[in-house]
């Protein structure tokens, strides 16, 4: 459910820079715990695929969202 509501959240660009990061740490959480198997191609594969969408995550939570966004509207954006 944290993954579709904060999806949803991130999609509208509510709260952008709390939720990218939430989502960040959830991926990364992921990564490390779950996925990181030496030896193993198909854990490895989605080790970095968790990698690469938490810095995305990441370059969203610095730089906000865009122009047409829910936090741009309500003036909720800080940038």
Avoid: R
């Amino acid at each position: 459910m944290v993954h579709f509501g904060a999806g949803l959240a991130l999609l509208v660009g509510f709260m952008t820079h709390w939720v990218a990061g939430v989502l960040a740490l959830l991926c990364l959480g992921t990564a490390f715990g779950v996925h990181l198997q030496a030896g193993d191609p198909a854990n490895m594969f989605h080790f970095y695929k968790n990698l690469t969408m938490a810095g995305g995550f990441m370059y969203v939570m610095v730089f906000g969202p865009g122009g047409i966004s829910v936090d741009e509207a309500i003036g909720t954006d800080t940038d």
